[in-house]
């Protein structure tokens, strides 16, 4: 049987969260590591399943790999393979972030097709064409992406889309270019900026990380080096969303407000009172959230797509009506069947769902069909009257560490049943 979170609903969310390190910082920079064969440290990394599946990756390579708590010690020098089988990349099609790495390593790489997920198709054009303008050539035959770069050469490369993903293999795939690579329209995230500021602790020469428009200039090798992961700003907001919701006064610690500016405007439109004190973010015990009129998800630095649902669940049960905008992901509203086998109230259109608030959800047995879906099931269920059933917590683990555990500490009646 595949996991169940069992949640008697109506208590508030009361107490303190640690954030974890950031998924997906993390994933990016556990890929990085490939790229010298000395040993990298890398401290605050969450335990989550999509980390554990990137170890797997790694050894599958042939790196070292050993866990110490949070830190994780990787040694990339018997690396044998530049291949990243089939059943690896359907386990987690992000794997394609190893690719820029393994052929910065290699010199050539072989990658399993990562097919689409619950949330969308998930194309991989934008990272293909940059990396074929760095030089690589690349067959795609008998779903298996082969590359080949005898050289790569840096260039000026134009994103059509500020993707995550194809700025984070354009780092990796150009950090020991020969040259210098010129990256216009790239993705602004945060996790950008902690993939950066990790290769430049490996010896690379990266600016403008964070912006949009990235410089690197080639270097000749990376060396080993030791990084502390940043906090996940997408965990922190759901905590926040939980916290909101039920009425509670929750403080998240290790938190960056800076990198959830859109997050935390939108919850205190909703009528949250938070305050700030260094790396803790404190939220006050409200009755009601008010609804949000609109919102729209957009690259960094806009809402995230990552925390539609999350605050979805929360808008739910807000007073008065609010609408999100999915204008990242065609598949992103896989929790509003749901939310609504609950009683919420939602018409999806396209890329709008119309939420109008209720007074009440109660409790229901629930499916989660995706990672953030599957917290905003979480976020319903403890605001829910009744018991909540919420099965698949395998898409939960994916990206929240310890969720019931976090949940259960602050006050929540909630238990995993697996
Ligand atoms: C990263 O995915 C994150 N995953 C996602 O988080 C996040 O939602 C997304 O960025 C947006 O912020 C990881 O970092 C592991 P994109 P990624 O490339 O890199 C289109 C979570 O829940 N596109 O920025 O795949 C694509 O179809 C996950 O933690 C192309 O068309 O996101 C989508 O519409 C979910 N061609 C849009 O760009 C391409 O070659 C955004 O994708 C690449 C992307």
Do not use: W
Request: positive net charge; contains cysteine; charged residues 25%.
């Amino acid at each position: 049987m595949l996991g169940e979170l069992i949640i008697n609903g109506g208590r508030r969310i009361n107490g303190e969260i640690t954030i974890q390190g950031a998924k997906n910082a993390a994933l990016p920079i556990l890929a990085a590591a490939v790229m010298t064969d000395e040993e990298c440290v890398i401290k605050n990394c969450p335990a989550l399943r999509d980390v554990d599946k990137t170890v797997l990756v790694l050894k599958d390579l042939g790196c070292g790999v050993r866990r110490e708590g949070s830190t994780l010690m990787i040694n990339g020098q018997d690396m044998f393979d530049c291949k990243i089988c089939e059943s690896l990349m359907r386990e987690m099609r992000s794997s394609i972030i190893f690719l820029g790495a393994i052929l910065t390593r290699c010199k050539k790489a072989s990658v399993s097709m990562p097919g689409g997920c619950p949330i969308g198709l998930r194309p991989i054009d934008l990272h293909l064409k940059a990396l074929k303008k760095l030089g690589a050539q690349i067959s795609e035959e008998h779903g298996y992406i082969k590359c080949s770069a005898p050289k790569l050469c840096g260039c000026d490369i134009y994103l059509d889309f500020p993707s995550v993903g194809a700025t984070e293999n354009i780092l990796l795939a150009s950090v020991c270019a020969e040259g210098t690579t010129v990256v216009s329209n790239a993705a602004r995230e945060p996790e950008i900026v902690d993939l950066a500021n990790f290769l430049n602790a490996m010896g690379a020469k990266i600016t403008g990380a964070g912006g949009s428009v990235i410089r690197i200039d080639g270097v000749k090798r990376l060396h080993g080096a030791e990084y502390s992961v940043m906090s996940d700003r997408i965990a922190a907001a759901t905590y926040l969303a939980a916290g909101a919701v039920t009425g509670g006064e929750l403080t998240v610690r290790k938190a960056n407000k800076n990198h959830m500016n859109a997050m935390l405007d939108a919850l205190c439109d909703m009528g949250a009172e938070l305050s700030y004190d260094g790396d803790a973010i404190h939220l006050k015990p409200i009755k009601r959230l008010k609804s949000i009129h609109t919102l729209r998800t957009m690259p960094y630095p806009g809402f995230p797509t990552d925390i539609q649902s999350p605050f979805m669940a929360a808008a739910s049960l807000a007073k008065g009506t609010s609408v999100f905008v999915e204008n990242i992901f065609e598949n992103r509203f896989r929790h509003v069947d749901e939310l609504v086998r609950m009683g919420a109230d939602i018409k999806v259109s396209g890329r709008c769902a119309v939420v109008r608030g209720v007074k009440r959800l109660s409790g229901a047995r629930v499916r989660a069909r995706e990672l953030r879906g599957g917290a905003a099931l979480v976020i319903a269920g403890l605001a829910a009257e009744g018991q909540t059933i919420v099965e698949n917590t395998e898409y939960i683990d994916r990206g929240y560490e310890n969720m019931e555990k976090h949940l259960a500490a602050c006050g929540a009646d909630i238990r995993r049943n697996n």
